[in-house]
């Protein structure tokens, strides 16, 4: 059985830092690129980031560029998403998910970043 | 980026009838490859993200064959033939055509009447 487990999340204050942690089971991680995206409470859906299989390739929205890093190993079949300097709209919950243009779709159950002083 | 719009953003049905919802882009999402990868998500209140639907109108891996998608270009339709109770929620398309990024249409909230 797939599995892509979350965590890391938690509250923070604006202008600190958290890691996530998303942990993949039941397929072979090292040749899948990798994604996050993240729904704020009560809004749609948002890609924030992708990692290739090898990490020679990265993407950002806008938003979150300089800001958050997406990294993995695959030894340990892990995507980690480093995020810094953080706001209020960064509020949601974030999911990591596989590539969605192939006939497998697979994403996490997500985990809870509340950004408040 | 390419913009997702979807109509309407609220959907109450009846069980047992049909429902409709639309998704227009805002510019073609036909691939280099030929391919035209837009995809339909259903999300459960309190759930991840489920695809339903890839490449338009393929149905993902146990995926009742009441949920159809359709469309080309720019214009698409995600139908339920007939709805059930578990049908609830909200639902997305997302293109993967035009990427990074990805971008996904605000949802439509499926309700019961």
Redesign the interface.
Known sequence: EVQLVESGGGVVQPGGSLRLSCAASGFIFSNFGM?W?RQAPGK????LS?ISSSSSTI?Y?DSVKGRFTISRDNAKSSLYLQMNSLRAEDTAVY?CAS?????T?Y????TLVTVSS | DVVMTQSPLSLPVTLGQPASMSCRSSQSLVHSDGNTYVNWYQQRPGQSPRRLIFSVSKRDSGVPDRISGSGSGTDFTLKISRVEAEDVGVYYCMQATHWPPWTFGQGTKVEIK
């Open positions: 994604n995206v749609g859906l948002e890609w992708y993407y929205e999911y590539p969605q243009r192939g006939i779709s994403w996490g159950q997500g």
